[in-house]
């Protein structure tokens, strides 16, 4: 927890959020995308942080398949309609 002296406000960060995890194409199937996950998960939980999410379109099966095989489960689920 971080602290502002002038503040005095108190930040609790629970988690940590990667935006986005891309690997090349011809890089898949090498253990690049483990090897970047585990990278992430063990400086988030260096850093202390007691969850690691990331994010992933609905309709990248492959990405969601490839998370949930990393132990990543569905927490927020953004549905979208276009006008």
Not at 14 to 41: I, Y
Not at 50 to 57: E, P, V
Not at 68 to 80: A, I, M, P, Q
Request: glycine share 10%; hydrophobic share 40%; net charge positive.
């Amino acid at each position: 927890m971080a602290r502002s002296s002038s503040l005095d406000l108190a930040i609790t960060i629970r988690d940590f959020d990667v935006g986005d995890l891309v690997v090349a194409e011809k890089a898949r199937g090498q253990g690049v995308g483990k090897l970047l996950l585990w990278t992430c998960e063990t400086l988030a939980s260096e850093a202390g942080q007691k969850y690691f999410q990331l994010k992933a379109l609905g309709q990248n099966q492959s990405a969601r398949s490839f998370y949930k095989s990393e132990g990543f489960g569905d927490f927020y689920v953004r549905l979208e309609k276009k006008l």
